[in-house]
């Protein structure tokens, strides 16, 4: 047997999950596993009191087309047994996910109209009822019709009085709709399973700001009660005997208790409640912090629940998304390679040790990119930024990433690794060379990052494929990491600023100028600028930070996290678990390209615009600003070449020089460092009619930029019954828990000093403390004896 609700008044509404209706089922009973269509029918006449002979009757079955716990429900036009049977069949078999049969009946008179006059239809009833079913086709695009109160004892009535009655019907008094509320309790409201009917009454509760107790909870029958004392508010629901559904069999009283609302906590509004509620909130950010569920959940209830069950149904809402961190680890692979499959040209790289299964390796780290991100690398600029940050999450670890950038400045996740250890000299060199040989190739590039020694020594060893003497790698250094990396002896706010504005200039004279104020204001400072990163047979090595000693290999690029930061683009990372950082960067970096394409689609090509939006801006402001600078001298070194002087209106000169045979420069070093022409140079186009469009560096062409973001994602199946067969070997995680909470406290005590901490000094450091105690005792002990003597 299984349940079927019958619904003949009211009008169907799209609610959260789809079609819902706003009031309650008219009839409801158990019907039998081998019910005919024309059964239900003569059973839907008897229940209902619909008139057989005066009326037909259209049914519509709501019909879950949603999967697993997600409901979305949509109208079922049933008209023949084979539809009713395969419905009867789904519902049975719980395929649908949803174990009642909720049917929406609609009565047709069986005489369409009446003539009083020939050729001529009166104002029926049936007009009032079309026009409010095409009001509603409108809104639910579903055939639907809001039959009025009055319409109960239509059967008793006669014809003319029907006539009568349906002539001074109107639009507005024919169209009864009502809000439809999926928090309503009401007698006869059957639930799926007892944790709907768990959420409801408390979703009910904590809408109406009231609170309840449970009297009984069981399998069987579920009993709740008003929490104030005085309030008589009582409801009892129970299940059928197959426990295919749950029914509030009797509600008792009303709520007479206070429901002012504070703002405050809810007794009713457990963590396990709101993880439920954001879900979607975190598949969309990854993650998100115990005081934006606050928020989120404070829109919704206007309560705030405690920030220690904010974070709770955080963690909760992350193990019912990504599943158990251990188990996770089960899924890791085979949705990589789902992934690759989907995706060809998707490189994964695995960092693990030998098990007792040769069937199973211990993990210990994986890196992957994606195959569009490696695709639209290519038509990237020769610069890409390095950087890591801690997972915090249960085993905890490091995240690495490598950025690229495109014509636009922004930036392209390219290469992505998670690691069980700290990150270190082998990590490091793990990720970089398989990055080299399997990501980016042999194309020259200029590294950004910070100074860690575990990145520095790849620049120095030959045989990492990032060795700076062979031309095929530059390294530099990100300046805000720099500012941070600043001795905290002499940091101060004036000092940073000021080292960022030096390492940011492209001209020789500021850039001394800078270093000068830095060595007035600070002498120390200035002697660790000066030293750091220096090898031990140099001077100084200014090219690793400042912009005028680059030599042009940065592109201008100062910061590895400049305006646009790496992190941003996947917030929540740090306490995720590791399969699902996977699966966070591979749908963010879909949501990347796809926008992106979407705004660089704008660019007009077909126009013959040669250079991204940005370059091209800048170089219409350099034009208008070239405009009032004013040659001053020409000097021919040579047939193919001349030195020009270029003075601006502030009378500062500037020699430009021209040349097919090199590139061409400034003493700004705006073209040299950018490859963007400044406006000294574009002066001299102006005054030699030359087309300055030949001295713009082609990693800033239109189609390089539409080419970037061009590659398609294609998302893997959702189910991981559908991943394609994995017959590698399985990663098993190495289960060392992170140390997490705060600090212990010193159980030496402010007498000990801190190098007694130490296991070899552990014996002598009692001794000394118990000297010390034996002492004041003896002290103390003969005062006592000094006072007695003198009284």
């Known amino acids: 047997m299984f349940p079927i609700s019958i619904y003949t008044e009211g009008a169907v509404e799209n609610g959260p999950m789809g079609a819902t209706y706003n009031k309650p089922p008219s ?115 579903l055939f639907n019709r809001n039959r009025r109160e009055e319409n109960q004892e239509e059967p008793l009535l006669g014809e003319k009085a029907k006539e009568e009655e349906s002539q001074d019907l109107t639009d507005d008094e024919s169209i009864d709709i009502k809000p439809y509320d999926e928090s309503a309790l009401y007698e006869g409201r059957l639930f799926d399973s007892l944790d709907d009917l ?44 197959d426990r295919s559904y749950y029914q509030i069999k009797k509600i008792k009283g009303e709520h007479v208790c206070s429901n002012e609302a504070n703002g405050e906590d809810h007794v009713n509004m457990s963590y396990e409640f709101i993880s439920q509620l954001i879900l979607d909130l975190i598949r969309k950010k990854g993650d998100a912090s115990p005081k934006e569920i606050q928020e989120f959940v404070y829109e919704l209830y206007r309560c705030t629940p405690s920030y220690s069950k904010a974070y709770r149904a955080k963690v909760l809402a992350i193990t019912q998304l990504f599943g158990e961190w251990k188990e996770s680890y089960a899924n890791l692979a085979p949705y990589l390679n789902a992934i690759q499959v989907a995706n060809p040209g998707t490189k994964v790289e695995w960092l693990s040790d030998s098990a007792v299964d040769p069937n199973v390796r211990l993990f210990r780290g994986v890196a992957w990119a994606f195959a569009p991100a490696i695709e639209g690398f290519k038509n990237c600029r020769p610069v890409i930024s390095i950087d890591s940050t801690k997972l ?34 082998e990590s490091w060199s793990w990720f970089m060379h398989w990055l080299r040989q399997e990501v980016v190739g042999s194309r020259p590039l200029c590294v950004i990052s910070d100074r860690q020694d575990s990145i520095l020594s790849l620049f120095d060893q030959e045989d990492s494929g990032w060795y700076t003497g062979t031309g095929q790698a530059f390294h530099r250094y990100c300046s805000r990491y720099l500012c941070e990396s600043i001795p905290c002896t002499f940091k101060t706010v004036d000092l940073v600023r000021l080292v960022q504005w030096v390492s940011s200039q492209n001209q020789l004279r500021k850039f001394r100028l800078g270093m000068m104020r830095i060595m007035e204001t600070n002498r120390e400072a200035y002697n660790w600028l000066v030293k750091v990163g220096t090898k031990p047979d140099e001077e100084s090595a200014f090219h690793l930070w400042s912009l005028c000693e680059d030599g042009g290999y940065r592109y201008g690029i100062m910061a590895a996290n400049g305006k646009e930061s790496i992190f941003n683009l996947f917030p929540g990372i740090q306490e995720l678990p590791i399969p699902a950082l996977v699966e966070l960067t591979f749908v963010k970096s879909a949501e990347t390209f796809a926008r992106k394409r979407e705004v660089t689609s704008k660019i007009e090509v077909e126009k013959q615009q040669l250079w991204s939006n940005k370059v091209t801006a800048i170089l219409e402001a350099r034009r208008a600003k070239a405009s009032q600078h004013r040659i001053v001298s020409i000097q021919s070194q040579s047939f193919l070449q001349e030195e020009v002087e270029v003075e601006t209106r502030t009378e500062v000169k500037h020699t430009v020089r021209v040349g097919d045979d090199q590139r061409s420069c400034c003493s700004c070093q705006k073209p040299q460092l950018t490859g963007i022409p400044c406006s000294h140079l574009l002066a001299f186009c102006a005054f030699r009619s030359i087309n300055a469009n030949y001295l713009v560096d082609t990693a800033y062409g239109a189609r390089r930029i539409l080419a970037t973001w061009a590659p398609q994602f294609h998302h893997p199946p959702s189910s991981p019954d559908e991943w394609p067969e994995y017959m590698g070997v399985a990663y098993s995680p190495l289960c060392k828990l992170s140390k997490r909470g705060r600090r212990k406290k010193n159980v030496w005590g402010p007498s000990v000093p801190e190098s007694t901490k130490r296991p070899d000094q552990l014996q002598h450091a009692v001794a000394a403390f118990a000297s010390k105690l034996d002492t004041a005792k003896g002290a103390a002990h003969q005062l006592v004896l000094d006072t007695t003597s003198e009284s």
Not at 120 to 126: A, N, P, T
Not at 201 to 230: A, L, W
């Open 392 to 425: 915090c999450g249960k085993y905890g670890g490091r995240m690495l990433i490598a950025v690229a950038y495109d014509a636009e400045g922004q930036l392209l996740p390219l290469a992505f690794a998670a690691i069980k250890d700290e990150e270190d000299n």
């Open 27 to 141: 009839a409801s009973y158990p019907a039998q596993d081998d019910i005919t269509f024309d059964e239900l029918k003569r059973k839907i006449f008897e229940l209902t009191g619909i008139n057989e002979d005066k009326n037909s009757i259209n049914v519509n079955a709501r019909w879950n087309a949603g999967t697993g716990a997600s409901h979305c429900f949509v109208l079922l036009p049933i008209c023949e047994n084979s539809m009713w049977r395969m419905l009867v069949e789904k519902t049975l078999s719980s395929a649908s996910g949803w174990s009642i049969v909720e049917l929406f009946v609609e009565a047709i008179p069986n005489s369409v109209c009446t003539q009083n006059d020939p050729g001529e239809k009166s104002h029926s009833i049936v007009e009032c009822t079309e026009k409010a079913s095409e009001n509603s086709t409108q809104e639910n695009g």
């Open 198 to 241: 768990r959420r409801v009454v408390r979703e009910y509760h904590i809408k109406q700001n009231r609170k309840f107790v449970t009297e009984h909870s069981g399998p069987v029958s579920y009993i709740v009660k008003c929490m104030d004392p005085e309030c008589g508010w009582r409801l009892h629901a129970a299940s059928d005997r």
